[in-house]
């Protein structure tokens, strides 16, 4: 009787371990992948992922968009309105006196764009709505010649469609994405530059298959504001 009442408790006793060790590794397994960040220099920078779906409300409007032949940007207008690569793009056309925010100004047409008659052209789309202080980094043009001689040199410009790995695979993305993180505003609708608006706009994660060329990242870094401290 005794042997039998102690088989029975050892089954029990195994029963209730199992159910607990299964109930525990269940929810463990409910909890969301953690991997804790270190202060580690080796470890990389992950830049900002909200920007890109920003604009991802306009994808299929994108998409189904005709192209206007007559009207396009390419990639050589793009870089001309640079003073260097990766830098911000002048204002090439009036501006009022006062420096004005842009919510009130730039944004009432760079927010999304569309064709402005007295250019001929199509109102490039700002990665970046939520700076208003636009003229903080973009100067208007104010002539054709420098002010000071110097040797400043503007850098290699990528050439588009010349840096996948292998042939047929996705291009990487050859600058930083600080302030670039919504990818449409660049890469879809007329405004685009022809040489680099993306044949597949509706695909809104577009650093699920393109990524960026780490050297670049490297080389750049994020910028972060220095706070002096009291203490």
């Known amino acids: 009787m005794r042997k039998r009442l102690g088989i029975i408790s050892l089954f029990i006793i195994l029963f209730v371990t199992f159910i607990v060790i299964w109930n525990y590794s269940y929810y463990q397994g409910q909890e969301e992948a953690y991997i804790p960040l270190t202060k580690d220099k080796s470890s990389p920078v992950i830049p900002l992922e909200k920007g890109v779906f920003t604009r991802a409300g306009y994808a299929l409007d994108y998409s189904n968009m005709p192209i206007d032949e007559n009207h396009q940007r390419s ?33 009432k047409c760079h927010e999304n764009g569309g064709f402005v008659e007295k250019f001929q052209a ?12 636009c003229r903080q980094c973009h100067l208007p043009e104010k002539s054709n010649s ?39 505003s660049c890469h879809a609708g007329p405004s685009a530059p022809k040489e680099i608006r993306v044949t597949h706009p509706e695909r809104i994660n577009c650093r699920q298959c393109h990524v960026p060329n780490n050297k670049v990242m490297e080389d750049i870094g994020s910028f972060l504001r220095k706070i002096k401290s009291n203490e």
Do not use: D
Request: aromatic residues 8%.
């Open 122 to 133: 199509y109102t490039p789309v700002t990665p970046h709505p939520e700076m208003v202080n």
């Open 146 to 184: 420098l002010f000071v001689a110097n040797n400043f040199k503007k850098g290699t410009i990528p050439k588009a469609g010349t840096n996948n790995a292998l042939l047929g695979s996705p291009p990487i993305i050859p600058h930083q994405l600080q302030m670039r993180e919504n990818c449409l």
């Open 75 to 107: 990639i050589n207008e793009y870089y001309n309105n640079r003073e260097f690569y990766g830098g911000p793009p002048s204002i090439p056309h009036e501006v009022q006196s006062e420096r004005s925010m842009g919510n009130n100004t730039c944004l």
